[in-house]
Every structure is written in C-alpha cells, then in structure tokens.
C-alpha cells in the first residue's frame, strides 16, 4: 500500500477530482477540507491579508492506483500551474492487533 497525499488550493479541487475519474483512480479518500500554512507557493491562511486555503485528499491505494492519481494530478497542474498543486507519496502498511488490524498475530 501506498499512501498519497494530494495538497491543492481550493479553487482547482472540483478539477482535481474530475482528472481522478477521467483515471478512475482515487475512489477512496480522506479529505482535510481546509488547510492553512505556507509554502513554495505562498502563504494560505484564510485570512483578510491571505484569504486562500488549501485541501488535502489522502489515498491508500496500489501503485498502479497512485500512478493514475499522479497523471491526474499532473493534468490539472499542467492547467493551473499557479495554484501550489502537490503530490507526495510514501510506502506504507496496516498495523495489525489491538491498533486497529483485524486480529492478533
């Protein structure tokens, strides 16, 4: 399993989704519907000075799945190349016992 995190501004997440199922990828997701911080591509706060916010879609997915989230995210970055869109991804497993797995080993 791969996890995948996508961080866009809020204003290309309708995009983003479309490109997903233009791929058929990223069906299951976790959305943080607002993200405040700064990074490459200027601050988001939310605010009166820096009223731009950001999401996140995280996906646990195979590889294949996030090689299809990746063209995804690169059409629409191709599209709004202003718009501070990032993908990150990392290996990742599911703990088993008492934190949450389906049983003791």
């Known amino acids: 399993m791969i996890r995948v995190e996508v961080i866009a501004n809020r204003s290309v997440e309708e995009n983003i989704l479309d490109a997903l ?12 519907p607002s993200i405040l911080g700064v990074g490459s591509s200027g601050p988001r706060m939310g605010d009166a000075i820096w009223p731009e916010e950001n999401f996140i879609f995280v996906f646990w997915c195979e590889e294949d799945e996030a090689r299809a989230i990746e063209r995804a ?16 991804s ?10 949450g797995g389906e049983g003791e080993e």
């Open 21 to 32: 199922k233009h791929e058929n990828a990223g069906k299951f997701y976790t959305k943080y």
């Open 73 to 88: 995210v690169v059409s629409v970055k191709t599209k709004f190349p202003n718009e501070g869109i990032k993908m990150f």
């Open 90 to 99: 990392l290996p990742g497993g599911q703990m088993h016992g008492s934190a």
